[in-house]
């Protein structure tokens, strides 16, 4: 059950933001997702029991997730992200508020 909330959680993000890196990952009833062009440390979880039916959460987060990196809701556009400042670690700095 766990591989296949993965596999659709990827998917409608991927349809959403296409061309992202997108790692999903769940684990004791929380969906943990990553955008590894930008970090492999921070990212997003989501409740499996908050997921709606349309997805529109995993939306709404992959979107804030984007834009806490200055990177645009839309398809990845890889002079966007090469553009971007990174740390020492080689992962783009983001908002943290």
């Known amino acids: 059950m766990d591989e ?4 659709n959680v990827a998917e409608h993000l991927h349809k959403h933001y296409p061309g992202h890196l997108w790692a999903v990952n769940v684990e004791g009833g929380v969906v943990n997702v990553h955008n590894l062009f930008l970090s492999g440390t921070w990212g997003f979880r989501i409740f499996i029991s ?3 039916v ?3 959460v995993v939306t709404r987060a992959g979107g804030e997730l984007l834009e806490r990196y200055n990177v645009a809701r839309k398809a990845m556009n890889p ?3 090469a553009a971007l400042k990174r ?3 080689g992962e783009v700095t ?3 508020s």
């Open 79 to 81: 002079d966007e992200i």
């Open 4 to 7: 296949v909330i993965a596999k």
């Open 94 to 96: 983001h908002d943290a």
């Open 87 to 89: 740390n020492l670690r």
């Open 54 to 56: 349309d997805y529109k």
């Open 50 to 52: 908050d997921i709606d």
